[in-house]
């Protein structure tokens, strides 16, 4: 570990020195006290291994470099009186912000009976990772934080999403070095080329290069010095390095370095806001090296571990059985001289606090770590302004996106100067047909602009780049410090963050059982450029099962909608853009799709989330149907209306009813998801015992799944996306999966007892129809006018 | 668009130039006719309306610039002899990669009927994109290619992939800067820290930065170019710039500019060859700028079209139906001057085809991009010596993982001359207990080693970074080349890698159905420090979705496998690792578990996939039992014994089958899936109509999505994990989500007929049993002793 290098221009006093020392000894302190001990917090006795917890789970490792960036964190806000929000990417050290929490009172304000005395203290250790007690990292449950420290990669998104449209805010994120390696993380970086400086609040990147992840060195860290600032100043950054393993040294070096970067960052600001300078700024980053596991014991039953990968999660294993380990540890403790820094009521004394600043500057405190509080009803505009006239179903058709376009635009409009809605995509707003949104805004962009260029602002809300990773981080880290956004992404790359809308779910599944967290704005999802219009792309293109994923995770948090057309979209984003703590997922294409209801009535079927559409089946009054025909999304609805008017011309006699659903969850169970239909509603809406034929959108085994438990599940035969996908015609996609209104016939055919035989005429016509499709498609590389050309008849 | 700067030192003669430049123009001249023509292909008429596709899908935009690269490297390989595969990053220039297989011949090998004359262009043209055709983008289809050029993000690992362990390959990679923006790119950039020069290829990346993704400028287009050159020196590269939009200017720099990066590359090789350099060095890489759409139409209907993204798609849409756009296209079209490049029957010249290589090195023959040409079997060790002894189920445990650990490094060992296997995983191999391999190799480092690392190796085929993208881009491109290789993974961030684990079975899915690509070793995934033993981390690390995301996907290719034990894991690792064109999903504990099965068990049960284990049952002969207890995965299979041993003490009057489930495609029916069992087998293990009650490792969903069509399907209650999830005891898990022994015994109790009142008492010991545990885990931390030293009675 080489020495610290640079030498500061920030004076500390020794008062100053010593106390800032003082706050990092009783932060490492406190971390390895929640690792180990569940008695005897303050070491009053002699450590013995009943004070030791059972089971020693936690992370020690980066505790100590969390701890260092905090304690001087607290320095700067409290003398420069800047709002800041820390977003702690290796949050598997969760004992370091719980630490701090604590110390600053914050928790204690959380969670009164973690009182910040010696009780209070005891509590504090023991419910770390302890049933019933607190998780290992950082969660929704640790004040102060918006950023659950499990999965890595993307630290850096969710502190550019913090900072957007919050020019006061600081916001510092500490990225791992292990975390640095991950793609999200990697591609986070560049996010300062789309920083408005004017609008937008500062983001300090923290790179702590401990060396280690959990069992080898790390990447950045064996880069040479020369190469890492290479790279650094390539992704736009001034690095400004602090290394060492000496604490007054490198105390000086950070206090230094942080002053040394929020001056830089202060005159970005100014230039940018007073001057009106346009050059992009270099924005500082703080590398700060220090040893993995630093205070902690040195070596361990003759190993190495103050420094390498082995201090990662608990350094001591063996401290209940193993007397040795039993004495390392207690040394270990004591040498931070616990009662120096805690009187004997367990109250950390004055020079412990004295670096910490006051009410919600604290950044256990600050309400922008509790977006609910801040946030604001969106002014949401009249729907019936954008409505497109239906006065008779599927009579004309309108690309739904680019109707939802308008729309956006206006909240976009409203917001103006309140600058808290942002609509974010990988390159494709414009391809997904929400263009009419430049109308309001541009999309941010700080580079160069060229003549040629369209709607790129320097103050633009429209944030595009290609990855989805970065739009969901952005998104997440603007709506968890409260302000709302739309998601419009290609529904097949939606996949490309499962694995993040799994960590957005669970935070909010957690948060909502937390009365102090606020709920903020749901995280809004667009899936368009769907599975069955991916003309242009073929195969690639095509999956829609990321429906399939979100409706595994908790049911109180994820809400599906395949609104059919246009009218049905807006009521849909109306009522997802006025929720809180929901992850809605809405699959809508932007191809020209017919209209079929009304705003009036797609307020109402969008309320009802499913139900019968009376003028398109052919029931005579109070008896059950013959057969139902259900659809799901707005290609499997126009080819079951298709269906229906076949049956209607060549089987007038049969009562068909046509049931859409718009809100998948309405087909569970109600004891499985809040919207789920009873029983009651179910068997009134498709019977208990006729034939149901299921066109939907994705994976067809999905309704399968949400609908096994009803009455007439047997009965039900869906037909959906089976990855038969290639480069083709629309209507070729749906033959190709066997959703056709041919196919639909014929399943009727097949299922509605004693048709077989009288209509096997019609069922023969429908199978020529097919192949008619077939020949002619591969002979001419478009559909048959037949199918162009067809209308609702009626 | 600046002129291009470099002067070469390459000499090219003027032959040399007008050739390449043919070579160019006529497959510049093939793109555009794919996008465009179903007729008149020579343009030896006018063109009219009816020449034109009635649809027009495809991507003009990259075409020109990936055909500049493919007219180079022909040149490059052809003077060095050296063979080569290329990666096209921006797979959409589908028609560039498609033209210079036909023109280099490659394409009529394969498909013979595409011949090289006038009737073949005519067909080239128009089965581009067109019903029963091929797919616009870089596909299985695709001579040349092993990467889908559909999805964005995965080109440059897939290139390093390809590279390992091939030392005289050299790897091209042209690099979108659309993708560049991607995560897993932005981070692929960093694999050269693992890439050996004396075993491994080469990787030369060509960043084309053509200024433009869909509809907007790309970030790294805009950066000021020292900006740029200090981000590819940061990523351990050295700078070659190509820049203009003068091709005689640009084919002389490009030509010096590849004859640089080759010598660089081969004095590298050298070096650490043959001189023994241990210094990583600094790997070239290109930066091509050229005008999107370069070639294309400059302007059409009055914007600017050439050099910006109006140029992505189709850059002339109203070609049948608008004069002027078929005036321009017929304009364009001749541009490039047809007569001159093709003879009178359709053949190229031979001056367009001078600059291509012989047989084998031409990029759409070469064996590596079709690696099946290539694999060869695993020298796989006798199961013996690795498996455990059981005597008797249940008497002992093991550490599953680490017991395979043992077969895996036997299988590095007998691989160490061939070098053909390799084993990656982000930073896990040791924590998810597969240690054991570092006796037969390191982990691939090639920066920076200090005297405490350990198992680092300049030569290793252990391949670790902290990214899963990395690990899946990797692993994907060795296979694709033809070799083997295991990727071990915490299970709940496999979803990290969804969306490329879709492509990668989309690929495999095509690739089956063509008789010319040979089958490749199968995409192995170990999911480890699954749900149930998150004790470290808890909430964040709890996901078993994986498995249902790859059951959505096509059934040829998908095999999920949930060993219950040690020796069932070997049998299972044996076989995926013998098998071709899967994916193959294993789940397996690295926690002690109980071993159930000896080897010779083991095997059978694996290849039966499920079976009654009668020995834990209480079915008295012939009769069929009273109930199933049926489990898939570890800890519910350790459950369900449990539970079958109290139901053995409270209820030993019931007959109680138990059913294991390895390989849970078996639960699908048999038309769904090639593993599905019969309707006849599923009764006979499961009844036709008494109770199931069902352990499932993960969401409880999946059983009922599989299991629906059949017979007893509405008798099955599945238990399984339901997001109950956090920092806490092993046995509080399956208390918190309803799986524990206590609950199953109470389902028992519940679900067969007559039992609720006799076994009322039955039932209320289980509840309180639950209770007891409950409060025991809260007050003590850890399991109660009944759990944890419980064993298996029999």
Same mark, same amino acid.
């Given at each position: 570990m080489p020495k610290a290098k640079r030498q500061d221009s920030t004076v500390l006093t020794d008062d100053e020195l010593t106390s800032l020392n003082a706050h990092w000894r009783a932060a490492n302190y406190l971390s390895a006290g929640q690792i180990y001990l569940m008695a005897n917090p303050l070491l009053k006795e002699e450590l013995r291994p $009943?004070?030791?917890?059972p089971r020693l789970l936690g992370h020690w490792g980066t505790s100590p470099g969390l701890n260092l960036v905090h304690t001087h964190l607290n320095r700067v806000i409290k003398a420069r009186g800047r709002d800041t929000v820390c977003i702690w990417g290796p949050g598997h050290g969760g004992p370091s912000v719980l630490a701090n929490s604590w110390l600053e009172g914050s928790y204690t304000e959380t969670?009164?009976?973690?009182?910040?005395d010696e009780a209070g203290m005891e509590r504090l250790f023991r419910q770390f990772s302890f049933p019933g007690g607190v998780p290992s990292h950082v969660a929704p449950e640790t004040p102060g934080s918006i950023h659950e420290g499990g999965e890595l990669g993307y630290a850096l998104a969710h502190a550019y999403g913090a900072a957007l449209d919050n020019p006061g805010l600081l916001v510092a994120c500490v990225i791992g070095d292990g975390e640095a390696e991950t793609g999200p993380l990697a591609a986070s970086w560049h996010s300062n080329k789309l920083l408005d400086p004017v609008h937008d609040g500062a983001v300090l990147p923290i790179l702590h290069l401990n060396g280690y992840k959990i069992a080898n060195p790390t990447f950045l860290a064996r880069l040479p010095e020369s190469e890492l600032d290479e790279l650094l100043r390539g992704y736009g950054h001034e690095p400004i390095h602090v290394s060492g393993d000496d604490p007054m040294t490198v105390h000086r070096a950070l206090a230094a370095a942080l002053d040394q970067a929020l001056d830089r960052i202060d005159r970005a600001q100014r230039a940018a806001r007073?001057?009106?300078?346009t050059e992009r700024p270099r924005w500082p980053v703080i590398v700060l090296r220090t040893p993995k596991g630093w205070t902690g014991p040195g070596e361990v039953d003759g190993q190495q571990v $103050?420094?390498?990968?082995?201090?990662?999660?608990?350094? &001591?294993?063996?401290?209940r059985e193993n007397p040795e380990h039993l004495r390392q540890l207690e040394q270990w403790l004591r040498s931070y001289r616990p009662q120096e820094l805690f009187d004997e009521h367990g109250r950390p004394r004055e020079q412990v606090l004295a670096c910490i600043p006051e009410g919600d500057r604290r950044l256990g405190a600050t309400p922008h770590a509790n977006g609910g509080l801040l946030v604001r009803e969106l002014p949401m505009p009249g729907l019936e302004r954008f409505a497109v006239p239906v006065d008779?179903?599927?009579?004309t058709m309108h690309e739904p996106t680019k109707v939802l376009g308008g729309f956006v635009e206006q909240i976009m409009k409203a917001t103006r100067e309140r600058r808290d809605f942002r609509v974010v995509g990988p390159d494709e707003t414009e391809s997904n047909r929400l263009g009419a949104v430049y109308g309001a805004t541009g999309k941010a962009w700080q580079a160069e602009v060229l003549p040629s260029d369209e709607h790129l602002s320097r103050h633009g809300r429209v944030m595009e780049i290609l990855s989805e990773h970065l739009c969901q981080g952005w998104l997440e880290g603007y709506l968890l410090t409260g302000r709302h956004g739309l998601f419009s992404c290609y529904e097949a790359f939606a996949h490309i963050v499962d694995s993040m809308v799994n960590q957005h779910i669970k935070w909010l599944r957690t948060s909502r059982q937390l009365s102090w967290r606020a709920p903020i704005a749901s995280l809004n999802y667009l899936l368009t450029s769907h599975v069955w219009r991916q003309d242009h792309n073929g195969f690639s293109h095509q999956d829609p099962g990321f429906v399939d994923h979100v409706l595994n995770k908790s049911p109180e948090v994820v809400r599906v909608y395949l609104p059919p057309d246009a009218n049905t979209l807006l009521s849909v984003a109306d009522h997802v853009l006025r929720s809180r703590d929901y992850v809605n997922v809405i699959v809508a294409g932007k191809q020209p799709c017919f209209d079929w209801l009304s705003m009036d009535e797609a307020r109402v079927h969008c309320a009802r989330g499913a139900g019968i559409w009376e003028w398109a089946g052919t029931e005579n009054g109070g008896r059950e149907p013959d057969v139902v025909l259900a659809c799901a999304g707005d290609v499997p609805t126009q080819e079951v209306l298709a269906a229906a008017g076949l049956l209607r011309r060549h089987l007038p006699d049969l009562a068909v009813r046509v049931v859409n659903v718009?809100?998948?969850?309405? &087909?569970?169970?109600r004891e499985e998801h809040p919207h789920g239909m009873s029983d009651f509603e179910f068997d009134g809406l498709f019977t208990r015992d006729k034939p149901v034929i299921f066109a939907y959108h994705g994976y067809p085994w999905l309704i399968h799944r949400l609908a096994y438990r009803r009455a007439g599940h047997h009965n039900v035969h869906v037909r959906g996306y089976k990855e038969r996908g290639t480069t083709t015609t629309p209507f070729d996609m749906v033959v190709s999966n066997d959703m056709d209104r041919y196919r639909l016939v014929m399943d009727v055919v097949d299922r509605v007892p004693g048709l077989a035989v009288r209509a096997a005429a019609v069922r023969q016509e429908m199978a020529d129809a097919r192949t008619r499709h077939h020949d002619w498609i591969r002979a001419h590389g478009v559909d048959m006018p037949e199918v162009a050309e067809w209308t609702w008849a009626g």
């Open positions: $009943e004070h030791i917890k969670y009164p009976d973690v009182t910040r007073e001057d009106g300078a $103050e420094g390498t990968w082995r201090s990662h999660q608990v350094p &001591l294993a063996g401290v008779k179903p599927g009579a718009i809100d998948i969850a309405r &087909l569970m169970p």
